[in-house]
Nanobody, 122 residues
């Protein structure tokens, strides 16, 4: 199952965005979830993750600014990333994925859905 991210855009520094990710057929009670980003010339990195029991993890650079959350409606899982006080260094293509916590923390996925571009101007 590929997860498609949406909600990106162009904002000024200090602005906010909320990214969304939807997937059918994924049981969030059995899967960890993660938001990732990749900027030109850099490796894809985990930005925020959530374990199957709901514990959140954030990379140091986004702590206090980003919030990961999830919601399950019928058979569709929704994953969100609320991004506040955005900085130019947050500019990247953002992706979401689901799997074991080990795969999430290691960014160990062969398959990626379409990401969403976030551009923050100074």
């Amino acid at each position: 199952v590929q997860l498609q991210a949406s909600g990106g855009g162009f904002v000024q520094a200090g602005g906010s965005l909320r990214l969304s990710c939807a997937a059918s057929g994924i049981d969030f009670r059995r899967n960890a979830l993660g938001w990732y980003r990749q900027s030109p010339g850099k490796q894809r990195e985990l930005v925020a993750g959530m374990t199957a029991v709901g514990s959140a993890y954030y990379v140091d650079s986004v702590k206090g600014r980003f919030t990961i959350s999830r919601n399950n409606v019928e058979k569709t899982m929704y994953l969100y990333l609320r991004m506040n006080n955005l900085k130019p260094e947050d500019t990247a293509v953002y992706y979401c994925n689901a799997g074991s916590w080990s795969k999430i923390i290691k960014t160990d996925f062969r398959s990626w859905g379409q990401g969403t571009q976030v551009t923050v101007s100074s």
